[in-house]
T-cell receptor
């Protein structure tokens, strides 16, 4: 079955330190992977996606993600965290059955960045 | 901010009632998807519309139905509301296509918070 796992409910880092938010996936075929961020009482904002090509994907607000096929992972990273990065982060994968119209989201990881 | 808008922002209903939520897609987008996000969970796919036709559906009962209009705006209708329907309902639009636009980025609206008492 197609699925996404975010093994950490929350991640805490100090401002200025690097951050990593983990995501693993299980799909049949080539994965199309996405990261979104959600601020309180707001919809989801797109950060980046992996479709094909370079395993390191750069996105919005200084975020990047590394696609690792052998480990079936797509971890979100940022070299230097900001307090304003504190939010809820979702990893998602396209379910490629029946044309790929369905996006499956992980349960989310809450990031706390302390000043 | 994306160009996707949703109305109303908040809604309170009682069990058994019916509700209609509305979504206006981003300019140039012909595909709209609806998601239910319960408290503390990730969004769950309800269904997707492409050019006024439903072309994909998640594990939701038939009392969840939708429409897409010629201007690509959309409605989500829920009949016979249950307490568990309380959630944030998110609409997302994308450039899309009949095959689902698998590579497309979905742009989300701010959501409608539905409370069922």
């Amino acid at each position: 079955a197609q699925s996404v796992a975010q093994p950490e409910d929350q991640v805490k880092v100090a401002e200025g330190n690097p951050l990593t938010v983990k995501c693993t996936y299980s799909v049949s075929g080539n994965p199309y992977l996405f990261w979104y961020v959600q601020y309180p009482n707001r919809g989801l904002q797109f950060l980046l996606k992996y479709i094909t090509g370079d395993n390191l994907v750069k996105g919005s607000y200084g975020f990047e993600a590394e696609f690792n096929k052998s480990q079936t992972s797509f971890h979100l990273k940022k070299p230097s965290a900001l307090v304003s990065d504190s939010a809820l982060y979702f990893c998602a994968v396209r379910d490629m059955r029946n044309g790929g119209f369905k996006t499956i989201f992980g349960a989310g990881t809450r990031l706390f960045v302390k000043a | 901010e994306t160009g996707v808008t949703q109305s109303p922002t908040h809604l309170i209903k009682t069990r058994g009632q019916q509700v209609t939520l509305r979504c206006s897609s981003q300019s140039g987008h012909n595909t709209v998807s609806w998601y239910q996000q319960a408290l503390g969970q990730g969004p769950q796919f309800i269904f997707q519309y492409y050019r006024e036709e439903e072309n994909g559906r998640g594990n939701f009962p038939p009392r969840f139905s939708g429409l897409q209009f010629p201007n690509y705006s959309s409605e989500l209708n829920v009949n016979a509301l249950e307490l568990d329907d309380s959630a944030l309902y998110l609409c997302a639009s994308s450039e899309g296509g009949a095959s689902g636009g698998a590579r497309d980025t979905q742009y989300f609206g701010p959501g409608t918070r539905l409370t069922v008492l």
